[in-house]
């Protein structure tokens, strides 16, 4: 049996995961359950993990394996028995699945230093119909290691919904003074904006709200192993 924190978490952790292709951060977590500190979720995490229910994954940051789900206790791995896994996205082995979307592949984006504002090309990438909202979308590469940690690494490729607006705490595509684009979580602070990084190596850049246009917003990522 799992507790009302426990229960609360894991279908936080789910929907996430669903809805964004990442598992959330532990802040994100710790915000959603009213929780006052970090150490609260790591104890909640450890607990679903010794009891089957969730498994970290080795040698990725913040991601996390659904084993079973909350409510039926039914491995999630029987349920999705022969499905395709296409980044942290689920897509039934069906005839709809394996319909796809194509892409536009517009260049590189940077997680690190900000690189050269993004150049269009004839490149294009496919994508499971599913894993795409409604409107607009497009891919870039990443180059760099700053979102490490959001479990965004050089040389995956990330989906961006086209938008000029995202909410606190969203990654976005950030085109800085015209000239300059990067992968950053964004805070608006009065008529400031932050863009962090998700690597201790790197500091957060707050800048003039003039001086930043929102490109796009992640909503998912593809990695080849």
Request: no cysteine; proline share 3%; aromatic share 4%.
């Amino acid at each position: 049996m799992l507790t009302k924190k426990q229960k609360e978490l894991l279908s936080y952790i789910q929907k996430f995961q669903s809805k964004n292709g990442v598992t959330p951060s532990y802040e994100e977590m710790k915000s959603a359950l009213n929780l006052k500190s970090k150490s609260g979720i790591h104890r909640l995490i450890l607990a679903l993990e010794e009891r089957g229910f969730v498994k970290r994954l080795a040698h990725k940051a913040r991601a996390l394996e659904i084993i079973k789900d909350g409510l039926s206790n039914i491995k999630v791995s029987e349920k999705i028995k022969n499905n395709l896994v296409v980044g942290n996205f689920i897509n039934n082995s069906n005839e709809d699945s394996h319909k796809l979307s194509t892409l536009p592949l517009l260049g590189k984006i940077a997680a690190g230093t900000p690189i050269e504002a993004i150049q269009q090309n004839d490149t294009s990438v496919d994508v499971p119909k599913e894993m795409m909202p409604i409107g607009e979308s497009y891919a870039l590469t990443v180059e760099g290691d700053s979102m490490i940690n959001e479990g965004i690494h050089n040389g995956d490729t990330v989906l961006i919904k086209k938008t000029n607006i995202a909410d606190n705490g969203e990654i976005v595509v950030a085109l800085i003074d015209d000239n300059e684009a990067t992968l950053k979580r964004i805070r608006k602070k009065g008529q400031s904006i932050a863009l962090e990084s998700a690597n201790p190596v790197y500091e957060t850049r707050i800048l003039s709200a003039h001086r930043v246009k929102i490109q796009g917003k992640l909503i998912g990522l593809l990695r080849k192993y």
